[in-house]
């Protein structure tokens, strides 16, 4: 099994998803869930069921019963799902897998929140740097949907950020049916945005985007709280391969019924896939003077 970039189908999760996909010789088979479902005035593009933003009805909906369909397990009740990461993708899928009635064990060399990729992430929501942005519309919809209506006030907040074109104007933007709230600059915004930057980089058009950034060491802790609660097992453990899952299926909980693939960029060696590779990206982190 491998992930293929994060698109476990229709599975809402914050800023990602993973797709079990078999790719190996494993006798463990794979588990497909079913179809879920003016002036400096905001533009909004509504798609799906997505309120106009400021979200007013915080807590009327709970962020699991977005799908409507629940796919059948593969084989019976003891069998187990196990999924492999534990970063945002990793818990974020076995949260849903639990909600959908599978029995889910999350392993990673790890379970200290600080210790993952995800703990330095950003948290930014927005389709940065993915292609064709078509593709990632429906993830964007639903992260928005877990933003406007938290689990917890403290996991998220809003934020505001520019998107500028430095080569030539937009229309529209090609993000613009993600769901974001936006507005495009007015000229003397576009003026004074160049002004304040000596001339470094010169934008002819822009943006004003409205979204979120997730507290990503908090958001975690949540996620694993959450998992934990209801009855999913974290187990701290280093895996050399997903053959090593399918050898010891005891330490489990029983039959692996499928394994998902959830380790992001380290499937390069995980399963020696040499089309996985980080993309883009740097955090840095400065302590108060």
């Known amino acids: 099994m491998v992930c293929a970039m994060h698109l476990w189908k229709h599975v809402p999760v914050a800023v990602g998803r993973c797709q079990v996909a078999t790719r190996s010789r494993l006798s463990v088979p794979a588990i497909s869930p ?36 629940t796919p059948e397990a593969a084989g019976d009740a003891r069998d187990t799902v196990v999924v492999v ?4 993708i990793g818990l974020s899928t076995a949260q849903e897998l639990l909600r959908r009635g599978f029995n889910v064990a999350t392993v990673a060399k790890s379970l200290d929140p600080q210790t993952t990729t995800s703990s330095v992430a950003a948290g930014f929501v927005f389709p940065y740097l993915l292609q064709p942005v078509s593709r990632c519309e429906r993830w964007v ?58 001339g470094w980089v010169t934008a002819v058009d822009g943006f004003l985007v409205q979204t979120y950034c997730f507290h990503t060491g908090d958001y975690l802790t949540w996620l694993q709280e959450d998992i934990t609660a209801q009855g999913g097992q974290l187990l701290p453990r280093s895996l050399g391969s997903l053959e090593d899952v399918v050898a010891d299926q005891a330490a489990f909980g029983g039959r692996v019924a499928a394994i998902v693939n959830c380790t992001g960029a380290y ?7 040499e089309s996985v590779r980080p993309v883009y990206g740097q955090v840095v982190t400065l302590r108060p003077q």
């Not at 990461?85 to 945002?88: N, Q, S, Y």
């Not at 529209?172 to 003026?191: F, S, T």
């Open 267 to 273: 499937a390069r060696d995980f399963v020696q896939d």
């Open 141 to 198: 919809r639903d992260t928005l949907e877990v933003c406007r209506s938290p689990p917890r006030e403290d996991l998220c907040q809003t934020m505001e950020s520019y998107v500028m074109y430095i080569e030539h104007e937009v229309p529209e933007p090609e993000w613009g049916g993600c769901g974001l709230e936006y507005r495009r600059l007015e000229a003397d915004e576009l003026r004074e945005f160049n002004e304040k930057r000596g």
């Open 85 to 88: 990461g534990g970063g945002v």
């Open 34 to 69: 079913a179809t879920a479902t003016t002036g400096r005035d905001f533009h909004y593009r509504r798609s799906l069921a997505s309120p106009r933003f400021p979200w007013t009805q915080v807590g009327k909906r709970h962020i699991g019963q977005r799908c409507s369909a």
